[in-house]
């Protein structure tokens, strides 16, 4: 193999390895976002009755 077709392949694996590393950071960030969303989403629902589902009436 000579010099100019291992220097291109090279740098076509270079190439591929950032836009993965790029298109893994994209994943991370998003992740980590829905991840803070939930967790306001989960701030804001209502504490349920305290009286509420703590027996169960039944008739056999």
Do not use: F, Y
Request: proline share 5%; glycine share 6%; charged share 10%.
């Amino acid at each position: 193999m000579d010099i100019a077709a291992l220097s291109m392949g090279m740098s076509q694996a270079s190439v591929a390895q950032t836009a993965s590393l790029q298109v893994m950071s994209m994943a991370k960030d998003m992740a980590q976002q829905q991840g803070e969303q939930m967790a306001e989403m989960l701030k804001t629902v209502p504490a349920p009755h305290p009286n509420l589902g703590g027996s169960l009436d039944i008739s056999v």
